[in-house]
T-cell receptor, first 113, second 113 residues
Framework: AQSVTQLGSHVSVSEGALVLLRCNYS??????LFWYVQYPNQGLQLLLK??????LVKGINGFEAEFKKSETSFHLTKPSAHMSDAAEYFC???????????FGKGTRLSVIA | EAGVTQSPTHLIKTRGQQATLRCSPI?????VYWYQQALGLGLQFLLW???????NRGNFPPRFSGRQFPNYSSELNVNALELEDSALYLC????????????FGQGTRLTVV
């Protein structure tokens, strides 16, 4: 079965520190991968996506992610956290053919001043 | 360009009643997806419509149903509401089925009392 696993339901970083949110996908998930961000009481906003081509993907708000097939990973990083980055982040994969996007359970990012 | 719009934003129903949630996709998008986001459970896939047809269905009971209209808007119906149906229901649309990212609406917060 297709699955996406996010390691850590809650990550806390200091303002200015590196942000690293982990995502692993099952090998049955087609390598079409996405990161979404959700601010309180809002829908999901696409941060970045990997479909084909370059394995290092740059997104909005300074975030980037690297697709590593050998590790079945798609971790999200940002060099320097801002207070405005505090939100819930979802990794998603799939969407090939008749299969919908499969989401991880989300990681809540807190940024400490 | 208008994004995905959902109505109503909040809905309060009594156990046993029926709820109808509506979604208008981005203009030109033919695929509409419904997800349930219950507290602590992440996003659970409910239904996927494309060109008026149900493409896929998640692991939910038959009292969750929906349809897509000729203008590609969609509605989700939940019959015989139960307390555990309380959740944020998110609608998303995509230009093509499958390999493209989905754009999400703000969601409908359904509360069953």
């Amino acid at each position: 079965a297709q699955s996406v696993t996010q390691l850590g339901s809650h990550v806390s970083v200091s303002e200015g520190a590196l942000v690293l949110l982990r995502c692993n996908y099952s090998s049955s998930v087609p390598p079409y991968l996405f990161w979404y961000v959700q601010y309180p009481n809002q829908g999901l906003q696409l941060l970045l996506k990997y479909t084909t081509g370059a394995t290092l993907v740059k997104g909005i708000n300074g975030f980037e992610a690297e697709f590593k097939k050998s590790e079945t990973s798609f971790h999200l990083t940002k060099p320097s956290a801002h207070m405005s980055d505090a939100a819930e982040y979802f990794c998603a994969g799939g969407g090939l053919g008749n299969t919908p996007l499969v989401f991880g359970k989300g990681t809540r990012l807190s940024v400490i001043a | 360009e208008a994004g995905v719009t959902q109505s109503p934003t909040h809905l309060i129903k009594t156990r046993g009643q029926q709820a109808t949630l509506r979604c208008s996709p981005i203009s030109g998008h033919t695929s509409v997806y419904w997800y349930q986001q219950a507290l602590g459970l992440g996003l659970q896939f409910l239904l996927w419509y494309d060109e008026g047809e149900e493409r896929n269905r998640g692991n939910f009971p038959p009292r969750f149903s929906g349809r897509q209209f000729p203008n590609y808007s969609s509605e989700l119906n939940v019959n015989a509401l139960e307390l555990e149906d309380s959740a944020l229901y998110l609608c998303a649309s995509s230009l093509l089925p499958g390999l493209t990212e989905a754009f999400f609406g703000q969601g409908t917060r359904l509360t069953v009392v």
